[in-house]
């Protein structure tokens, strides 16, 4: 078997050094041995552990609470298990070109109308499927920088376990969770691409690498971003993010790139595990309660109600040890308030019974929000590429990863001092303006990120609007976007109805703040800058959009009204922070006011983050997992799945 394993390994990279035709490879799923997913709805009466959701975060706990242990775990999913889809999810260029965008393994969401933004709805999908947004991402792994870390370790005022959330333990997790594999020398060149071994993991389930192919046009990027002085980062994974370069992406040579996400990553390599159960086509409609835990730790979970539609019946699991939400910055404060845990009057106005009164579930949701300047190229694009009747060699691997992270200095210059100085200034003014609740708590939560992001991010080394380099454009287009890294703009997720199958209520009150408009809108100005330098201006026949109409920042603010959208990077809504701040989790990530109930994944950070945020919530779910086995006396697992001599590889 060994020699097996090293003869596909080698065959596998001189396909890749070849340029062999793509071929997507067989899915390991496909092999007879399920992998723990339950078909058939048959699952036991009880398990140890209940995980609700099955994406990113809930597909890494299972992975990593099954493992080494007696422990029973389950995932509750409400999507299926994506083997319908199994090309255009494995596919890194089918992101692009097909897509699970409106299928039935999208939520599907969509925001409240915008005030800022001539109340427009902004569509937000989500996957719905095994492996979540994971399975239809498009597959950045850029990870924050130290001090935007560390700020969240700060921000818990030195509680039980707030250690674990500093920047060298994180890192340390991102590092577990990851395999990554050098580009190819004729990628590197093409790309111009600079990297280092340094910061990546080298042993972990998922794969991080670059495409097999590199559209020609992509190489400009950093000697471009060089010439106007922003820094070539070799390490952006290191904990200084600042800079261009181009990123890895969650795809696996290895296996014809095929994309590497949570459920192929973690889940399909697994041998069998009796332990393990996992159900898709369940939604989970309600948390169910007894009595207190001992020592008053709260109300105690029994169980967790599910269904596999709105007219199906409802079944529950029971729960012996916790129930772990895991459904992601929409999915589990959605769950919290379909279970009565909540603000009393957000729960009341949905007509849900008031089980814990808990007013931070829901609040401080922070977004990307982002707009693009489109040029017109006479280069070749990628669109253009696939629109051809010849399509090079592993074309299909190809995704933008071309980025660069610019700090508030770059983009606002000798005006940054006073930006700082007037975001602090009108702080108390616009918490009370700006928060959606009248609790204190969750207004003294605002106050403290507020001057964390303004006192420690601000005047920092950590991005304040990245640049993405996009030449995926209609018509021969290709664009540069800006987004907004840090929003001081604060939004909410909350429901209006019972009905766990009714979509919540999603507000992210993108550019409510004024900083957020001039931050943004100066980063949009650079953008334009870029595409208007050498060597990208060499092919760059005109610019389509806004055009050169579009001069003041009256004109600026304006357009960006009319075509701001987003990144979908969605965070904080079930954020860590002290209780008297509004907080809904510990730095143990459990639930106050419930005994054995968690929130495990990255709704739980309680700022933004200069990142794609697949990366850090692999290392936020790694070290989770850790955190609660360590509760029950059982130490952490390392970077590989399963031990050699229990692998059903070792033979």
Same mark, same amino acid.
């Given at each position: 078997?060994?020699?097996?394993?090293?003869?596909?390994?080698?065959?596998?990279?001189?396909?890749?050094?070849?340029?062999?035709?793509?071929?997507?490879?067989?899915?390991?799923?496909?092999?007879?041995i399920k992998r723990g997913i339950v078909h058939n709805g048959n699952i036991s009466d009880a398990y140890d552990f209940v995980i609700c959701g099955g994406g990113l975060a809930g597909l890494v706990l299972a992975s990593r609470l099954s493992q080494g242990s007696s422990y029973t775990v389950l995932v509750?999913?409400?999507?299926?298990?994506?083997?319908?889809?199994?090309?255009?999810?494995?596919?890194?260029?089918?992101?692009?070109?097909?897509?699970?965008?409106?299928?039935?393994?999208?939520?599907?969401?969509?925001?409240?109308?915008?005030?800022?933004?001539?109340?427009?709805?902004?569509?937000?999908?989500?996957?719905?499927?095994?492996?979540?947004?994971?399975?239809?991402?498009?597959?950045?792994?850029?990870?924050?920088?130290?001090?935007?870390?560390?700020?969240?370790?700060?921000?818990?005022?030195?509680?039980?376990?707030?250690?674990?959330?500093?920047?060298?333990?994180?890192?340390?997790?991102?590092?577990?969770?990851?395999?990554?594999?050098?580009?190819?020398?004729?990628?590197?060149?093409?790309?111009?691409?600079?990297?280092?071994?340094?910061?990546?993991?080298?042993?972990?389930?998922?794969?991080?690498?670059?495409?097999?192919?590199?559209?020609?046009?992509?190489?400009?990027?950093?000697?471009?971003?060089?010439?106007?002085?922003?820094?070539?980062?070799?390490?952006?994974?290191?904990?200084?993010?600042?800079?261009?370069?181009?990123?890895?992406?969650?795809?696996?040579?290895?296996?014809?790139?095929?994309?590497?996400?949570?459920?192929?990553?973690?889940?399909?390599?697994?041998?069998?595990?009796?332990?393990?159960?996992?159900?898709?086509?369940?939604?989970?409609?309600?948390?169910?309660?007894?009595?207190?835990?001992?020592?008053?730790?709260?109300?105690?979970?029994?169980?967790?109600?599910?269904?596999?539609?709105?007219?199906?019946?409802?079944?529950?699991?029971?729960?012996?040890?916790?129930?772990?939400?895991?459904?992601?910055?929409?999915?589990? *404060?959605?769950?919290?308030?379909?279970?009565?845990? =909540?603000? !009393?009057?957000?729960? /009341?106005?949905?007509?849900? +019974? #008031? @089980? &814990?009164?808990?007013?931070?579930?829901?609040?401080?949701?922070?977004?990307?929000?982002?707009?693009?300047?489109?040029?017109?190229?006479?280069?070749?694009?990628?669109?253009?590429?696939?629109?051809?009747?010849?399509?090079?060699?592993?074309?299909?691997?190809?995704?933008?990863?071309?980025?660069?992270?610019?700090?508030?200095?770059?983009?606002?210059?000798?005006?940054?001092?006073?930006?700082?100085?007037?975001?602090?200034?009108?702080?108390?003014?616009?918490?009370?303006?700006?928060? *959606?609740?009248?609790?204190?708590?969750?207004?003294? =939560?605002? !106050?403290?990120?507020? /001057?964390?992001?303004?006192? +420690? #991010? @601000? &005047?920092?080394?950590?991005?304040?609007?990245?640049?993405?380099?996009?030449?995926?454009?209609?018509?021969?287009?290709?664009?540069?976007?800006?987004?907004?890294?840090?929003?001081?703009?604060?939004?909410?997720?909350?429901?209006?109805?019972?009905?766990?199958?009714?979509?919540?209520?999603?507000?992210?009150?993108?550019?409510?703040?004024?900083?957020?408009?001039?931050?943004?809108?100066?980063?949009?100005?650079?953008?334009?800058?870029?595409?208007?330098?050498?060597?990208?201006?060499q092919t760059i026949t005109a610019e389509v959009s806004p055009g050169p109409s579009v001069q003041t920042d009256a004109d600026w603010n304006a357009w960006m009204s009319a075509n701001v959208g987003t990144e979908w990077h969605a965070l904080c809504t079930c954020v860590m922070l002290p209780l008297e701040?509004?907080?809904?989790?510990?730095?143990?990530?459990?639930?106050?006011?419930?005994?054995?109930?968690?929130?495990?994944?990255?709704?739980?950070?309680?700022?933004?983050?200069?990142?794609?945020?697949?990366?850090?919530?692999?290392?936020?779910?790694?070290?989770?997992?850790?955190?609660?086995?360590?509760?029950?006396?059982?130490?952490?697992?390392?970077?590989?799945?399963?031990?050699?001599?229990?692998?059903?590889?070792?033979?």
């Open positions: 078997m060994k020699r097996l394993a090293r003869f596909l390994l080698v065959t596998a990279h001189l396909f890749l050094v070849l340029g062999a035709p793509w071929t997507s490879p067989p899915d390991s799923s496909e092999h007879p509750l999913e409400a999507g299926d298990t994506g083997d319908a889809f199994k090309d255009i999810i494995n596919i890194p260029g089918y992101a692009y070109y097909k897509s699970l965008l409106g299928t039935s393994a999208d939520w599907g969401y969509n925001t409240w109308p915008q005030n800022e933004l001539l109340n427009r709805t902004i569509y937000w999908p989500r996957g719905k499927v095994l492996g979540g947004s994971t399975a239809m991402n498009a597959l950045y792994m850029v990870r924050p920088s130290a001090i935007e870390v560390d700020s969240i370790r700060d921000l818990q005022n030195g509680a039980d376990g707030s250690d674990n959330w500093g920047w060298f333990s994180l890192w340390g997790a991102m590092e577990k969770s990851e395999t990554f594999v050098p580009p190819t020398q004729a990628v590197a060149t093409a790309g111009n691409i600079l990297y280092t071994n340094a910061s990546h993991g080298l042993s972990g389930p998922l794969v991080s690498s670059y495409p097999g192919y590199m559209v020609p046009i992509v190489g400009n990027w950093t000697s471009t971003l060089g010439g106007l002085g922003f820094p070539l980062n070799a390490d952006p994974n290191g904990g200084n993010g600042v800079g261009a370069f181009i990123a890895t992406s969650s795809m696996d040579p290895s296996m014809g790139f095929n994309r590497s996400y949570s459920k192929s990553a973690y889940i399909d390599p697994l041998p069998p595990r009796s332990n393990l159960d996992i159900l898709p086509n369940a939604t989970v409609t309600r948390l169910i309660f007894g009595g207190q835990g001992s020592n008053s730790a709260g109300l105690v979970a029994t169980g967790v109600e599910y269904a596999a539609s709105s007219t199906a019946p409802r079944k529950v699991v029971n729960v012996r040890k916790e129930v772990i939400l895991a459904g992601g910055p929409v999915g589990s *404060p959605a769950m919290l308030f379909h279970s009565g845990v =909540g603000a !009393r009057d957000i729960l /009341t106005s949905a007509g849900v +019974n #008031i @089980t &814990l009164e808990l007013p931070g579930v829901g609040q401080h949701l922070q977004d990307h929000p982002n707009a693009a300047i489109v040029f017109q190229t006479t280069s070749q694009t990628a669109s253009s590429i696939e629109a051809s009747s010849s399509q090079p060699p592993n074309f299909l691997s190809f995704v933008n990863s071309a980025v660069a992270f610019a700090n508030a200095t770059q983009i606002l210059g000798n005006a940054t001092a006073a930006f700082q100085s007037a975001v602090l200034a009108n702080l108390t003014s616009l918490v009370d303006a700006l928060v *959606p609740s009248t609790d204190n708590t969750v207004k003294a =939560g605002y !106050r403290a990120t507020y /001057t964390a992001q303004a006192t +420690n #991010i @601000t &005047l920092s080394d950590a991005g304040a609007i990245e640049f993405m380099f996009s030449v995926l454009g209609a018509g021969n287009t290709i664009s540069i976007q800006a987004g907004l890294q840090h929003p001081f703009s604060r939004g909410h997720i909350w429901i209006s109805s019972p009905d766990p199958f009714q979509p919540p209520v999603i507000d992210p009150a993108y550019l409510s703040h004024p900083a957020d408009v001039t931050l943004l809108r100066e980063g949009l100005k650079m953008a334009r800058t870029i595409g208007q330098s050498y060597p990208l201006n701040q509004g907080g809904v989790v510990d730095p143990n990530l459990k639930v106050y006011g419930l005994s054995n109930v968690r929130v495990a994944d990255s709704s739980v950070f309680p700022t933004q983050l200069a990142a794609h945020h697949q990366s850090v919530t692999y290392g936020l779910s790694e070290q989770a997992a850790d955190i609660i086995l360590g509760a029950y006396g059982l130490p952490p697992t390392g970077s590989p799945l399963v031990d050699a001599a229990n692998s059903i590889l070792s033979c």
